[in-house]
């Protein structure tokens, strides 16, 4: 039973629905992700997100640190962020440049990701993803900022929830997979930047980010030009 | 009918999600309806159901004056007199002492408002109140996915 009474929660949707535009899935989880941040006042914060059956991958991330937390996780298939999904429970470490648990980590890594914290994003009870934070220092994870962080991530469940309820699960799994494919073109136009112009991954992206607002475009569409342009100076 | 008693579970669920985050007792919610009457949605639990039912029909309170105002109110005793309180509304929902009401926006719109509640009255600090805005933004984002669907079309 609820405490919410349904004709009156109709009756205002059917308002909010004439004076709000549409708004996507992975707009509102980027948005959703930013207010977590600005809330914990930790250093950054992120989301994977797993497509069904398959393995995590990022979707949101604050800045260039996060995302190459994400990032290095990834791309070795181990991680605090990712033992959280797998183990679907929160984990934490207060150094993870030094933590003997993911040795690989450190060398993929921003300098300034040192504590991290994962907590699983589920739908049900089933894992979907991560909410992740870092810390530029050394910190102890307490039990307070696991259960907010826990808190959060529920938050963010009903937010995934409210669109499934909305959207056919198509649809919005199409939204999602477009954004997670958006992230693949992105990360290939840095991999090429970075070795054309022996740049890192940070500077790669920056310029990416910077070049794509200066022409008004969009930073997926410049890095698909980009790798088009690179395909065709190989040929 | 089986789709909207999923939306109401999942305002039930984000209130009660929203005031575990924020530290408080509860949180309920007030938002304008398709004939532009501020209407009581509910709350995490029946105290918070009550705040705003009572909110609606005596037209006074917290989170009317937060509409009006388009702006948070904070009350720390429900029960002081006017202006710092609101006896009228704390003598038919005695449970609820302390209330922060934060306006929700959509395109600078006013659609409604958030409302916090704890049984002990307190002062409000300010980084409260600055994460209870924040936590508005959520509440909307939430409104705006369940907006976009179909059973919700025609008119009351």
């Known amino acids: 039973m609820t405490h919410i009474d349904p004709e009156a929660l109709v009756a205002s949707l059917r308002k909010l629905r004439t004076t709000s535009p549409a708004i996507g899935i992975v707009h509102q989880l980027e948005r959703a992700v930013d207010v977590v941040n600005s809330l914990f006042g930790y250093s950054g914060a992120g989301l994977m997100f797993a497509e069904e059956g398959k393995d995590l991958r990022y979707l949101v991330a604050t800045d260039d640190p996060g995302r190459s937390l994400e990032g290095a996780q990834l791309h070795l298939g181990q991680g605090p962020c990712i033992s959280a999904f797998e183990e679907n429970c929160a984990v934490t470490s207060s150094d993870v440049r030094v933590d003997p648990r993911w040795p690989k980590l450190a060398d993929r890594l921003h300098p300034e990701v040192r504590a991290v914290a994962g907590v699983p994003v589920r739908l049900g009870s089933e894992p979907v993803g991560t909410l992740n934070v870092y810390q530029a220092t050394v910190y102890q994870w307490d039990e307070s900022d696991i259960q907010a962080l826990y808190g959060y991530a529920d938050v963010i469940e009903q937010l995934l929830a409210a669109a499934m309820a909305a959207e056919e699960k198509s649809a919005l799994a199409e939204q999602l997979q477009y954004a997670l494919d958006y992230r693949v073109v992105i990360e290939r136009a840095i991999g090429y930047l970075m070795g054309k112009h022996d740049l890192t991954a940070t500077q790669a992206f920056t310029g990416l980010r910077k070049q794509a607002r200066d022409s008004r475009r969009r930073v997926a569409d410049l890095a698909a030009e980009l790798l088009g342009e690179g395909a065709g100076e190989m040929r | ?156």
């Open chain 2, 1 to 156: 009918m089986t789709q909207v008693l999923e939306f109401s579970r999942l305002i039930d669920r984000t209130l009660g999600a929203l005031a575990d985050v924020l530290g408080a007792d509860g949180a309920a919610l007030m938002l304008i309806d398709d004939h532009d009457r501020l209407r009581a949605i509910g709350g995490s639990d029946d105290h918070g159901r009550r705040l705003e039912l009572i909110q609606e029909q005596i037209g006074s309170g917290p989170a009317i004056e937060s509409l009006a105002r388009g702006e948070d109110v904070t009350v720390d005793d429900l029960r002081a007199a006017r202006p710092l309180g609101f006896p009228g509304v704390a003598a038919r929902v005695s449970e609820v002492r302390a209330v922060l009401s934060v306006p929700l926006r959509t395109e600078e719109r006013l659609i409604g408002t958030l409302n916090f509640y704890d049984r002990m009255s307190h002062e409000w600090q300010p980084a409260k109140v600055r994460a209870g805005e924040r936590l508005g933004e959520l509440m909307v984002m939430v409104l705006q996915a369940l907006a976009n669907r179909s059973p919700i079309s025609g008119q009351s």
